[in-house]
């Protein structure tokens, strides 16, 4: 909705630049991550997900890093595109249950 | 197939109201949740099911109640709502339960006011 995210950090890129995108994950139990897109009035859109015994993955224009050593998780956009902008959420979980524990989020805001 | 549908897209209530807020989804997916989200914050599980006629509590469930008597519907119900249940809710599903992970498909959320 439209207040979600007014306390949220921001990242402003140019248009056709990299985006990066970093998450710091709490549990060191945690087996299994996802990126979310969150745009406007929508609900969280999957992007891209990663096990924990992969350290990167790629899909299309999107990479997602994963540090178990330091429990951070990153996601790279390539040739950021007006329709990235959005708030990204990243979850964790375990292999057991679905129930992910997902961060506060990142606005992307992408400049003309 | 529509996904994940939730009703009301917008919904206003006096503090002590009682409403429902409805969640169904026509992809056969066995586990379905209920969160919340608040400004700042990351979505919070309020309750989830595995299947039929199984739920659960997560991480804030005071306040609200669940039932699955089909697949298809997880609806939410506030008994008597606060001030502090003002936020958006979002219902997700997915198709694998306990044993996998599986990634969960939301809808379009419910913003809730209580005045």
């Known amino acids: 909705g439209e207040n979600v995210g007014l306390h949220l950090p921001t990242l402003s890129v140019q248009e056709g630049d990299n985006s990066i995108i970093n998450c710091a994950y709490s549990?060191?139990?945690?087996?299994?991550f996802i990126w979310y897109k969150q745009e406007s009035g929508k609900g969280p859109q999957f992007i891209i997900d990663?096990?924990?015994?992969?350290d990167k993955r790629q899909g299309q224009r999107v990479t997602v890093l994963l540090n178990k050593t330091v429990k951070h998780l990153s996601l790279q956009i390539a040739a950021t595109q007006p329709g990235d902008s959005a708030v990204y959420f990243c979850?964790?979980?375990?292999?057991?249950?679905?129930?992910?524990?997902f961060g506060p989020g990142t606005r992307l805001s992408v400049l003309p | 197939n529509a996904g994940v549908t939730q009703t009301p897209k917008f919904q206003v209530l006096k503090t002590g109201q009682s409403m429902t807020l409805q969640c169904a989804q026509d992809?056969?997916?066995?586990?379905m949740s209920w969160y919340r989200q608040d400004p700042g914050m990351g979505l919070r599980l309020i309750h989830y099911?595995?299947?039929?006629?199984?739920?659960d509590q997560g991480e804030v469930p005071n306040g609200y109640n669940v039932s699955r008597s089909t697949t298809e519907d997880f609806p939410l119900r506030l008994l008597s709502a606060a001030p502090s249940q003002t936020s958006v809710y979002f219902c997700?599903?997915?198709?694998?339960?306990?044993?996998?992970?599986?990634?969960?498909?939301f809808g379009p959320g419910t913003r809730l006011t209580v005045l």
């Open positions: 997700a599903s997915s198709y694998s339960i306990s044993g996998s992970t599986d990634t969960q498909y």
């Open positions: 549990n060191s139990a945690s087996d299994y």
């Open positions: 990663i096990r924990s015994n992969m």
């Open positions: 979850a964790e979980g375990r292999n057991y249950g679905q129930n992910f524990v």
């Open positions: 992809m056969n997916h066995e586990y």
């Open positions: 099911s595995v299947g039929a006629g199984i739920t």
